[in-house]
């Protein structure tokens, strides 16, 4: 193992921890590797010069993790007993790029708890290298539909005002990492003023979003829900059209069995509904409506 650092200094960069080594010189990537939860991915490090690294030792650790060894390499073979053992099973090396001084580690299964800064430290040249991994997590593509629950990305109607012709309708999307931006747009994609966004972390480090947002009759009847996370490009939309009007109807707030009919096309689930009521005196506030989710 590399001896313990005689100094440290603080670096304050996305607020993390970095170890300066006495005599060692630091590289930083450009961006950061983004990957999505359940892939594999490949964290890069390059010697350079390029040399033989086969019989070198190399480490790959996580300085915030106790033990913050990833994957230990030393005179030919993987030192793997002190491994962190969040990373038992996998990581691994490419052997046949050794020799061109390439050891760059290749993490499977990527979990949520992966995310954070590693270092490729390479005690013969006096240098480290840090990689920033950026894991990501969106919601599935499945939609359970009903007025009372409604899954990720899905819209309700929360509340109708008559006579008014307001509408309020909800928001909520499960499932995130990191945490996402919903936003509320009108037919034209100009943004609505909605009310905060309520932001809620699970037991699995997964983020749940939702928000309200109030809309009156308008010549365009569609609105959109837009749940996006940009550090890692993720973008969920559900589109929502209410009728006119005249096609309201007493609502009361009820839980209703849909009938739903899936029309598969290119990159969109297109998601036609009608509700089916077991009660014979209940009013169906929307006879018909048109849902369609954007992946």
């Not at 019989?55 to 002190?82: C, N, Q, S």
């Not at 308008?218 to 959109?224: P, V």
């Not at 009820?254 to 014979?280: A, C």
Request: glycine share 6%.
């Amino acid at each position: 193992r590399p001896p313990w650092p005689v100094f440290s200094v603080l670096v304050l960069q996305n607020l993390k921890w970095t170890y300066l080594f006495p005599g060692q010189t630091q590289v930083d990537p450009p961006q950061p590797v983004v990957v999505m939860v359940g892939d594999d991915t490949v964290l890069p490090c390059q010697l350079e010069p390029a040399m033989d690294a086969f019989k070198m030792t190399m480490e790959w650790g996580r300085l915030d993790l106790d033990p913050r060894f990833i994957y230990v390499w030393h005179d030919g073979k993987a030192l793997l007993d002190d491994q962190n053992t969040a990373y038992k099973g996998r990581t691994s090396l490419a052997i046949d790029k050794l020799k061109h001084g390439d050891i760059s580690l290749k993490l499977s299964k990527v979990k949520v708890s992966d995310h954070g800064t590693y270092r490729c430290y390479i005690p013969k040249q006096s240098k480290q290298y840090f990689v920033e991994l950026l894991v990501g997590k969106t919601p599935n593509l499945s939609y359970f539909l009903v007025f009372s629950a409604i899954s990720s990305p899905g819209i309700s109607l929360a509340r109708l005002h008559k006579d008014s012709g307001r509408v309020v309708l909800q928001c909520e999307s499960k499932g995130w990492y990191p945490e996402p931006e919903l936003l509320w747009l009108d037919g034209e994609g100009k943004l609505l003023s909605a009310g905060p966004t309520e932001t809620v972390r699970g037991p699995d480090d997964l983020y749940t979003v939702s928000s309200r947002v109030t809309v009156e009759k308008r010549h365009s009847n569609n609105f959109t829900c837009r749940v996006e996370q940009k550090d890692i490009n993720q973008t969920r939309e559900t589109h929502f059209y209410i009728p006119g009007r005249n096609n309201f109807y007493n609502y009361k707030t009820v839980t209703v069995e849909l009938h739903l009919t899936l029309v598969f096309y290119k990159y969109r689930v297109v998601l036609l509904f009608q509700m089916i009521s077991s009660w014979p005196h209940l009013t169906v506030l929307l006879p018909s409506a048109l849902v369609w989710f954007s992946a």
